[in-house]
């Protein structure tokens, strides 16, 4: 039997999953529901709203409640979102399935980190905060492959996608009911505070530089599972939904292939080159969406997904170490704000650009506004490196 701390991991893989299906089916929806490209992002914006407001309400409640009831509430959210979306015919549960899907992303982001790793023997929690970032990473990536799979060769795809995922949220909370607590009983317990932000003092010099660096990098992640699935269809004529699934799947997957190099090149020096390379594939989007190349489009995916892996992987990491073990669910939840903010924020003014210059131009203002966000935070690290312990 593989160790709790991979079951946990991959139930955490399933869950984030979920947040992703709908991204490839945007354009079914739109067929039969008839609304434009700046409602998908809001759609998908919605999401991120549902994970901000989890994250803000109960980043700390693990730490009370102990990381498996918040889980199991979190596998629950993401059953009632699929239940949404199974039973759609119009627009609004759309918004209401996606705020459920934010909320358990938003539940699991912080306190699913912190299970596996304590779940992990000491001499593998190194290990286990990788296993983590994958099972997040990995997740999210799958997610478009499997609806982009199961739409283009399967029947019912605005329906079968929700019912497999529903049994894959069925077998995870059962794993979750059988995993070992790792937050000890208190008595008596210390009351529920919803305390937003969580960013203790002593961490604020480590923890600045990584939000941000957060934040660029899931704003990319977030042009592509919101807005790329147009594009291709719009400028580089590839409409077929596996097809451009596995194009955003590509991002997600250059993700852990970034996270797996930071072991290569340290914490601290993983963080600054995860904020250059990402600028490299932002170079090669804005050329794509330029040039109208496929090619280079699926190039930046690669690129700038390893960019944010490097960076994402390195800066879990750097807070996990600093942050104080009876805040660390909570100041991780404050990391993973950070991102979520860089997911909708951006992709809502892309959508909103695009009604009028349209999507490339839209584009365009994106790479050129994340590129001086990541060279800002790469200058800021040079001059003064953040120290890791």
């Known amino acids: 039997m593989p160790p709790w701390y991979v079951l946990v991991a991959l139930v955490f893989a399933v869950v984030m999953l979920g947040t992703t299906l709908p991204t490839p089916l945007y354009g079914l929806y739109r067929a039969q529901f008839g609304f434009s490209e700046f409602v998908v992002t809001v759609v998908y914006a919605v999401y991120a709203c549902g994970v901000i407001a989890a994250l803000l309400i109960a980043g700390s409640f693990s730490d009370v409640l102990g990381r498996r009831p918040v889980l199991l509430v979190g596998v629950g959210f993401a059953m009632l979102s699929a239940v949404c979306f199974l039973a759609a015919h119009a ?14 992303a938003g ?16 001499d593998r929690r190194g290990r286990a905060t990788l296993t983590a970032t994958v099972a997040n990473m990995g997740g999210l990536g799958c997610g478009p492959l499997l609806a982009g799979l199961l739409g283009r060769y399967a029947p019912y795809p605005l329906r079968l996608t929700y019912v497999v995922h529903l049994a894959l949220l069925a077998v995870s909370a059962a794993v979750l009911v059988a995993a070992p607590e790792t937050v000890p009983r208190k008595v008596p317990r210390p009351p529920l505070r919803v305390q937003g932000m969580v960013v203790p003092a002593q961490v604020r010099t480590a923890f600045t530089p990584a939000a941000i660096a957060v934040f660029a990098g899931f704003s990319v992640l977030g042009l592509f599972t919101a807005v790329a699935p147009a594009f291709l269809a719009e400028y580089l004529g590839v409409d ?50 330029l040039t109208k190349e496929l090619g280079l489009l699926v190039a930046g995916a690669l690129v700038s997904g ?6 994402f992987r390195s800066s879990v990491a750097t807070v996990s170490r600093v942050a104080p073990e009876e805040q660390r669910a909570a100041t991780l939840s404050a990391l993973f704000v950070a991102g979520y903010v860089g997911l909708s924020i951006p992709v809502v003014g892309i959508g909103a650009v695009a009604q009028g210059p349209g999507l490339r131009a839209a584009g365009l203002l994106f790479v050129a506004c994340v590129i001086a966000l990541a060279a800002a935070v790469s200058a800021y690290l040079l001059r003064r490196p953040v120290p890791v312990p």
Do not use: H, K, N
């Open 91 to 104: 627009l609004p549960l759309l918004f209401v399935g996606r705020v459920f899907s934010g909320f358990s």
């Open 107 to 122: 539940l699991f982001s912080g306190a699913a980190t912190a299970a596996v790793t304590e779940l992990a023997a000491p």
């Open 240 to 289: 077929d939904i596996a097809a451009s699934g596995a194009v955003v799947m590509s991002a997600f997957l250059a993700s852990l292939v970034g996270q797996f190099l930071m072991g290569r090149f340290g914490v601290a020096r993983s963080l600054v080159l995860g904020c250059v390379v990402l600028m490299a594939g932002l170079v090669l989007i804005g050329t794509s969406l």
């Open 306 to 311: 390893t960019g944010q892996g490097l960076s």
